[in-house]
């Protein structure tokens, strides 16, 4: 299945560097934030970070998505116009609702499997300025004009296999698309030095951006207010992401004493006896309270806790933050902006 897959890959990709399928422009500027594996490895804050680097440039920003594991995927849903909340968590999808609600008032975001066309209609409707390509690597159908790719230090390749056999989306040559590689949770392995050294090859003279997961703020699960004080230990932490080992380390490396960590399928769509029982596991251990991500805790607003769930508000650190920066900037500046209605 793998070699089949692969071929698929190898040949869709041939057509359209050959020119026998179309890649589509538009006026706007375009930055695509990908991966070249699947299940998660960072991009959604990634995404979150350049949205604001836009927004404080005094650009109307757009994030289009394709709204992973919303109930209805073939209609478009406009999360956020960049000034209301339109729509909700299970219209959205969770990452999409995440980012319009961390974005209020500086980025819009469209759920979208037609990226283009919710991109023409965006600038038509919202008239959005620069557009952001989630989960755009092996989008080849829209022309970009900075191509992200982000590798996870701790788990870069996938496996080395292509799907199903393993995690890889296309071979690794994929990677010579990349104008910019930013490597997420560099902090959770012993060195790395060894994984630029392997992404180099590949990638020519990209840059190459380390960076790493650090903890904006603690909130309980039903109030947006800041928890200052430190949690009584120990806790537990539940999580429905890509990658729940990272979640986890993230929690052990700045302080937190987890006595039971589980981990629920990504994008799961959470029940009130998922809670039930995970609070009741969590007191037969010990735990004094529960602790989530972002993304789950856009699902749970409105299931009962008999038990003090927090909720990890995170953000990104770069190794090299002037830099990653200019990098954005240079893009967003690198079209002039045509009008909407010309």
């Not at 040949?11 to 890649?23: D, N, P, T, Y």
Request: charged share 20%; with cysteine; net charge neutral.
């Amino acid at each position: 299945m793998g070699v089949l897959y692969g071929a698929g890959v190898r040949l869709r990709r041939a057509l359209f560097e050959s020119g026998l399928l179309r890649v589509s422009e538009i006026p706007q500027p375009v930055i695509s934030v990908g991966n070249l594996t699947t299940g998660g490895t960072g991009k959604t804050p990634l995404v979150e970070a350049i949205a604001i680097i836009a927004a404080n440039a005094d650009k109307r920003v757009c994030i289009l998505t394709r709204g992973y594991g919303r109930e209805k995927p073939n209609e478009r849903v406009i999360v956020s116009n960049g000034k209301a909340l339109l729509a909700g968590v299970v219209a959205a999808g969770d990452e999409p609702y995440l980012l319009a609600e961390r974005l209020f008032g500086l980025s819009a975001v469209i759920s979208d499997a037609d990226r283009l066309a919710a991109a023409k209609w965006a600038a038509a409707n919202l008239a959005s300025e620069v557009f952001i390509l989630d989960d755009g690597f092996q989008h080849l159908a829209m022309a970009r004009d900075l191509n992200i790719l982000v590798i996870d230090a701790t788990n870069p390749f996938g496996g080395g296999s292509l799907l199903p056999r393993g995690r890889l989306r296309e071979p690794l040559s994929g990677m010579k698309r990349a104008d910019c590689v930013v490597i997420t949770h560099a902090d959770q392995v012993e060195e790395i030095d060894s994984l630029i050294e392997q992404i180099k090859p590949f990638v020519d003279s990209a840059p190459i951006i380390s960076s790493r997961v650090r903890t904006s703020q603690l909130r309980l699960i039903h109030s947006p207010e800041r928890v200052d004080n430190p949690l009584s230990q120990p806790v537990g932490a539940f999580c429905g992401t890509g990658n729940p080992k990272s979640f986890f380390t993230h929690l052990q490396s700045e302080g937190q004493h987890l006595s039971f960590m589980r981990a629920f399928p990504d994008h799961h769509k959470y029940l009130q006896s998922d809670i039930d029982k995970t609070i009741s596991y969590a007191s037969s251990v010990g735990a004094q309270a529960l602790l989530t991500t972002a993304k789950d805790a856009v699902k749970l607003q409105a299931l009962r806790f008999d038990m003090p769930c927090y909720v990890v508000e995170i953000e990104l650190e770069f190794n090299d933050e002037r830099q990653f920066r200019e990098i954005i900037r240079s893009a967003i500046n690198r079209k002039p902006i045509a009008s909407p209605n010309p």
